[in-house]
């Protein structure tokens, strides 16, 4: 008997144009995959651990200069 398997890929992208730096999202994210970066007096935050992403949205949801993006695609092996 055959099955379709299938996954799900999750990219996670945070835009540094937009980013503020204001650590909003790192703080509802339960598995730590952002992070604050600083340098100049610049802060912004960026994936570093992207592989951990489930794509649960709420870091997005709670960005208030909307700069993550998600993309969540099923790929059919
Ligand atoms: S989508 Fe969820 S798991 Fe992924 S970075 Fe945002 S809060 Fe964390
Ligand atoms: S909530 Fe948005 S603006 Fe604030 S640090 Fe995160 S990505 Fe940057």
Not at 9 to 24: E, R, W
Not at 41 to 62: F, L
Request: aromatic share 6%; glycine share 10%; with cysteine.
């Amino acid at each position: 008997m055959f099955g379709i398997k299938s996954r799900k890929t999750i990219s996670l992208l945070i835009i540094d144009a937009k980013c503020t730096g204001c650590g909003t999202c790192i703080g509802k994210c339960r598995r730590n995959v952002i992070s604050l970066a600083e340098e100049g007096g610049y802060k912004w935050a960026w994936a570093v651990r992207p592989d951990e992403c489930t794509g649960c949205g709420k870091c997005q949801k709670v960005c208030p200069e909307d700069a993550i993006h998600l993309m969540k695609k099923k790929i059919i092996d």
